[in-house]
Structure formats: structure tokens, C-alpha cells
């Protein structure tokens, strides 16, 4: 897949476009010829399309703020010869543009790194998902079975080709007392296939509702998003929130299929692909997963009489 559209996904380009912003904005009071002004121009554009695509899921609300104090900084900075009282009025919407910037790219932040996963632990995992760790390919194993094989913990598999968050509750439905520790990578064909953030939030919030209950650990990938889409950040976000969701941030899951020879078509794991994200969830879940005390026991005895 294209870097350039990795990179996007990953959210990574809000921080690039907000310091380019900011750039533009400090060295504002130093345009001083057209040709400098029409640079400075395209600077603003360029990163306003970095952030934009970088889909953060703020809320209307917010989006609305930035949006009015970004025109009006941007229509005060391009007046020719202003007066005293302009003056004043753009150094005030240079003030609270650039207070804006720092504060929703700290909010962002907080969202970007890996939380600590806390709560009840288990010895085996339980996966609700689609192709992404059902797999496409039985030659290329899922990578469900690679985290077994890399971990000594079972994992339980309830993932589908085509699934989508509708589909969960049909999986869910296999969910037993003895699973605590349930980990949800759904929603990706719901966001490709068109479907309505309002039935995506309907379907993700009765998924959620069956699977929650006391005793249970639930972690949710977090999905890349596209700017038409992004309701579908807002949606999981509110809900992980709602029902006490651990999500596993965005960019880890691009880190994932944007390595060396990660998928089979720009989305579907490959076999390295398969190992990474194996890795990546075995990181994840390490406080709350640990393997069968007869799992330990037989790797220990291996490795005694091998030695």
C-alpha cells in the first residue's frame, strides 16, 4: 500500500500539519511581499489537508471551533495594510489559533499512545473479527495461531471472512462464563462496504452491551478512518467509553500492514504480517493473558530434557 496513504491512515499527519501550521503562523509577521504571502498560503493549505486527513475524531463541536478561529486567523493574516485595531483583533486569533493547535494535539496525543490494559486476566484469548484474523489464505496462517504458538495461549477464534460489526453478535453468542479476556478487530468491512455511522453505532453498541459483564476484560482495535468516515472514530471512541473498552490505537495496526511484506493485498496479513500483529497483541494483552499452567509446565520440561 502507498506509504503516503499509510501515513494518513496512521493519524500520524495531524502532528506534521499542526506544526506546519504553526510555522506559518509565528513566521506570519515577517511576510512581507506577495511572493512570500502566496508561500505562506500554500503552507497553510498544505497542512490544513495534513490534519484533515489525519481524520481525529473530535467532535462536531470542536471541528466547528478550530474551523471559525482557523477563517478568521486566515482572513486577518491576508488583509493588506491593516489598522491598529486589526491588529490587535489578528494577534488575538493568532493567540487562540495556536492555543487551539497545541490543546487538540495534546487531546489527540493521549489517544495515540498504548494504555496500560487492566482487568481481570485468563489463561486463554477469545477473538471476535473478520478476514483481517480469520484469514483469506489457508496457506498463510491467521494470525490467531501464530500468537498461540508465539505465547503457549490458546486462543478461541470466532473471526469471519466478510464479517461485519452485525455479524459479531452472531459470534458472540459462542462466548461462554469461563472467557474473560475478549479481544474485538470488527468494523473494517462496515466502514468499506458504505455502511451508515448510525447503524455501525446501533450494531457496535448492541455487540458491546452482549459481550460486557462483570469478570471480563474487552480490548477493540481502534480503526483507521477516511475523512468521509469519520463518525465511525467518534462512534468507537464514545462506546469504548461507554462499556469500558480498552482500544488499541490506530497507527499499531498500520505499523502492522505497513512493514516489510505485511499483506497479500494492501490489507489482509501475510505471513509476516500475521507475525507482527501476533507480537503486537501478545505486548497488548501481556498484563491480562497468561499461559496454562500445563502449557508452562510442558515448555519447561521440553526445555530440561533438551538440555
Known amino acids: 500500500m502507498n506509504p503516503l496513504v499509510l501515513y494518513f491512515a496512521s493519524g500520524e499527519s495531524l502532528y506534521s500539519g499542526a506544526a ?7 513566521l506570519s509577521p515577517f511576510v512581507k511581499s506577495r511572493w512570500a504571502l502566496l508561500s505562506r498560503n500554500v503552507v497553510v493549505w498544505l497542512s490544513s489537508v495534513f490534519m484533515v486527513m489525519a481524520c481525529p475524531p473530535f467532535s462536531w463541536a470542536t471541528d466547528i471551533a478550530f474551523f471559525l478561529s482557523f477563517l478568521l486567523w486566515y482572513l486577518l493574516s491576508n488583509r493588506a495594510r491593516p489598522r491598529r485595531s486589526w491588529l490587535k483583533l489578528q494577534f488575538a486569533s493568532t493567540a487562540l489559533l495556536f492555543s487551539l493547535l497545541l490543546v487538540l494535539a495534546g487531546l489527540e496525543f493521549t489517544h495515540r499512545r498504548m494504555q496500560s490494559i487492566a482487568g481481570v486476566s485468563d489463561d486463554h484469548l477469545l477473538v471476535l473479527g473478520d478476514s483481517v484474523s480469520s484469514g483469506i489464505d489457508a496457506r498463510v496462517p491467521a494470525w490467531p495461531a501464530v500468537f498461540e504458538r508465539m505465547t503457549g495461549v490458546p486462543v478461541k477464534n470466532l473471526a469471519r471472512p466478510a464479517a461485519r460489526t452485525i455479524d459479531g453478535l452472531e459470534m458472540a453468542q459462542s462466548i461462554t ?8 478487530e470488527i468494523g473494517g468491512n462496515d466502514l468499506l462496504s458504505d455502511v451508515r455511522s448510525k447503524e455501525f453505532d446501533e450494531a457496535l453498541d448492541r455487540l458491546l452491551l452482549a459481550v460486557s459483564a462483570p469478570g471480563r476484560t474487552l480490548v477493540m482495535f481502534e480503526l483507521p478512518l477516511l475523512p468521509n468516515k469519520i463518525m465511525y472514530g467518534r462512534v468507537q471512541r464514545r462506546l469504548a467509553k461507554k462499556y469500558g473498552v480498552h482500544l488499541i490505537p490506530k497507527r499499531y495496526f498500520i505499523d502492522v500492514i505497513g512493514g516489510t511484506n505485511g499483506t497479500l493485498d494492501g490489507i ?4 509476516a504480517g500475521a507475525h507482527r500483529m501476533a507480537a503486537l497483541v501478545a505486548w497488548a494483552l501481556s498484563p491480562v493473558l497468561h499461559p496454562p499452567l500445563k502449557s508452562v509446565s ?6 530440561t530434557k533438551h538440555t
Not at 298 to 303: D, H, I, M, P
Open 20 to 26: 506546519l501550521l504553526g510555522l506559518a503562523m509565528v
Open 177 to 184: 462464563s469461563a472467557d474473560h479476556v475478549i479481544l474485538i
Open 298 to 303: 510442558s515448555r519447561c520440561n521440553g526445555e
Open 268 to 271: 489482509h496479513l501475510s505471513e
